[in-house]
């Protein structure tokens, strides 16, 4: 069940579900204008963080921000009657899918070609069982790499930061209260034939990362983490990577020198985030 809580004095957030992906919402309240952040997989998904707002007393947005183009992000933008903006990537990425038909044959059949992943295609099923009328609404303004908007007593910057799960993916800070929301830009790259990271693209998002004073981590599928916890998830990343160049993409070397690094068996996500690094160096050795 998802649940509206709220993060800081400005920062309201949605919980994700995981069943049909649907990622955390976000709303920076100003006291002039409301930041949305996302637009949520459906219009349902949308419409149920506006009433959730208005039943806690939050302004209703005034403007929506598109963290990226992936489905799960946008497909809610349809049900808003106010603005939206989003990088000039995002919004050419968005006119890609605007020929796209949704009914399960076509999703089935853009799955066998490559062109859309089987994780989403079931995602989206599931999201809309009752009905499909999916219309891709563009974003209304546009930027390039960064932009600040003054929401009355408190200011967001967003910023371009790309990475391997979308180059397209921004962030959103809040400056007064240092919260910063990831969205899935730390992700690995799903619509490859296998999930990856890079080690050059990873490296460069998380020094991008680490110039934001941020207190607070958001990722869109997760829950807000500490700043201690989002130093932890970055070390994993930044140290497989570094062996992952080392060793050259060799997956038991990678594994033993990790072992011997932090003095204790793997976890899940550790062999996990191994496996990807590997995927994605061979994938740049096959370019």
């Known amino acids: 069940m998802q649940t509206l809580k709220k993060l800081s004095e400005r920062f309201w957030y949605q919980t994700p579900v995981s069943e049909t992906d649907r990622p955390i919402l976000g709303a920076v309240v100003g006291n002039d204008l409301t930041l949305m952040i996302d637009a949520g997989n459906s219009e349902d998904h949308a419409t149920y963080f506006l009433e959730e707002l208005s039943k806690n007393g939050i302004p209703r947005p005034s403007l929506a921000v598109i963290t990226h183009w992936h489905w799960d992000h946008i497909f809610g933008l349809s049900a808003l009657d106010f603005p939206s903006i989003s990088s000039k990537e995002t919004k050419t990425k968005m006119k890609e899918l605007i020929p796209f038909d949704w009914t399960d044959e076509a999703l089935n059949d853009r799955v066998k070609k490559g062109i859309e992943i089987e994780f989403c295609a079931a995602a989206i099923k599931q999201e809309f069982q009752e ?93 807000p983490v500490t700043k201690k916890e989002y130093q932890q998830e970055v070390n994993t990343l930044r140290s497989i990577a570094k062996l992952t160049e080392k060793f050259k993409g060799k997956k038991q070397a990678i594994t033993e020198a990790y072992i011997e690094q932090i003095s204790r068996e793997l976890n899940e996500d550790e062999l996990e985030t191994i496996e990807f690094f590997v995927n994605g160096y061979m994938l740049n050795q096959q370019d």
């Open 131 to 223: 009905h499909r009328d999916i219309h891709i609404k563009l974003p209304t303004v546009t930027f390039d790499k960064k932009v600040e908007i003054d929401l009355g007593g408190v200011t967001c910057i967003l910023l371009q930061v790309g990475g391997d799960h979308s180059s397209d993916s921004i962030v959103v800070y809040i400056k007064e209260e240092k919260p910063l929301f990831l969205s899935d830009c730390i992700y690995a790259n799903m619509y490859a034939p296998k999930n990856n990271y890079t080690v050059l693209n990873t490296l460069r998002l998380l020094d991008i990362l680490d110039t934001f004073d941020a207190e607070t981590y958001i990722l869109s599928h997760w829950k």
